[in-house]
């Protein structure tokens, strides 16, 4: 199994409206790209301070059904469209389980 | 539930002995923290360039259970014996799902 994390900050630009626009983008892909398993997304819960502002965990079967989703068209839209206008900083790490 | 997420980088003394010795001090975690229901830990998979270095995601009933874990003084040790010293960077999310 791949797990992929992705951590981003986002600029002063990143209305709740915006950021639920990112959400909304990420989770239609659930309905196109078969590959992606299972995702987890959101705004950190604020307990600490110091976080970064917002999470995607996805899980794919192996590293070809990771590879599809980071490449779909529809995902780079999401990025494109909706991630990148307000991305201040990404860190991002894929686990081989 | 809380999913708690954290990601390194690692100086050039984080050698994969040491690393190791992160992996094998947050897993021991499991036997000591109950509050801690599900870990996955691990380094990056090599697949793209930029990346972080290391990943924790660490799943909880609650952020009382999440609490425990943070502040547990056998999870303090493992930062301050294993992580810190080859800590170059974090990034930290937590998810309230």
Chains 1, 2 share one sequence.
Not at 15 to 28: D, N
Not at 43 to 57: C, E, K, L, T
């Amino acid at each position: 199994m791949i797990r992929h994390i992705v951590l981003f900050t986002w600029t002063d630009d990143a209305t709740a409206e915006r950021v639920e626009e990112v959400t909304a983008g990420l989770r239609k892909l659930q309905d196109v790209i078969p590959q992606l398993r299972s995702l987890t997304v959101g705004s950190d819960a604020g307990i600490n301070q110091g976080n970064h502002d917002y999470a995607v965990v996805a899980d794919f079967d192996d590293v070809d059904g990771y590879v599809v989703y980071r490449d779909h068209p529809d995902h780079q839209a999401v990025i494109a469209r909706h991630i990148k206008p307000i991305l201040a900083s990404r860190a991002a790490v894929q686990l081989s389980l």
